[in-house]
């Protein structure tokens, strides 16, 4: 699946990095100790996450991640999306919990 | 002329929920004092209320305190704002309770004692000074430096509320005025332990939430005068003032 199919089907809002959306998803993973996840998330994965701070983009290009979403209403800084929009990789915002999304992606991707 | 200042720039006192009663400000100051510390901070959570009582000690035994707080972001990294003088240090604090939500409840958090310079209890304070606040860091280091003070991140090498930590690593263009490292690694294990700290200038200091801790890590400061702003300067090894 790619980013662009995963937002259409879950109605994830597409906030930055829209040239990215044709990123293969591999994977997930769920965490907001940003350095537990640049130590553990797997490559091409999707990241569930309530950091919006700049530093996400960052670990998200060192795991070369397909996708961040934000979760539980969070939004990201302004230089987090001008970054997102610059490395081409999507943050997408979903309003509800890490649980309930990571529990559809799962479903989806498995 | 420049002399050598014991410092230990990162003191709670019985205002953190996490801290004992024994801390009160005069409690502080006079432990400071008998551990040989020349300059201290007091940096309890999200507040500055018991900053002014210790001071007023400070002036009586000759240990000179900043006023100061220890906030947390909303990324939960904790960082240090030190000021020298409680005006500005109370527009930090102004800056802060707008923007920290909610209400302690002392059976699960602890008690937030405010004393004056006698032990006297004032009252306690009711916010959640336990709690993150809604600023971001960078937010926080430019309004501790508008405001002239020292933006320090704290416990760096901690697994929990350090930057790093939380961030995964320190954004380079923070213009932070330096890191601390705990009391947990002696400093010639700085750059191999912690490697995550770059080329920021590092102090320690003993974050003592009891009297036994304060002074349990310090850092030595050879400086003019006992001011946030010669310590800025030793911090960047300039005019001479040096970490030593």
Redesign the interface.
Known sequence: MIVKELAEQLELKVLAGEEGLDREIKGGYCGD???E??AKAPEGCVWLTV?G???IM??AVLRDMSAVILVGGHSP?EDTKQKADKEGIPILLWPGSAFDLAGRIYAGLA | MLKQYHTDLHIHTCLSPCGDWEMSPRGVVEMSRDKGLDIIAVCDHNSMENAEAAMRVGEKTGVCVFPGMEICSR?EAHILAIFSDPERARAMQEYVYDHLPGENRSEYFGNQIIANEYDEVLGENDRLLIGATTL??HEIVEKTHALGGLSIASHVDRPAFGI??????I?PDLPLDGVEISYRIPPEDWQEKVPGIGDFPCITSSDAHYPDDIGRARTVFLIDTPSPEEIRLALQGAKGREIV
């Open positions: 100790l940003l350095s996840v640049m950091q701070h700049q530093n960052a670990v800084d | 990324e971001a860091i790093i930590s939380q961030l995964g690593f954004p």
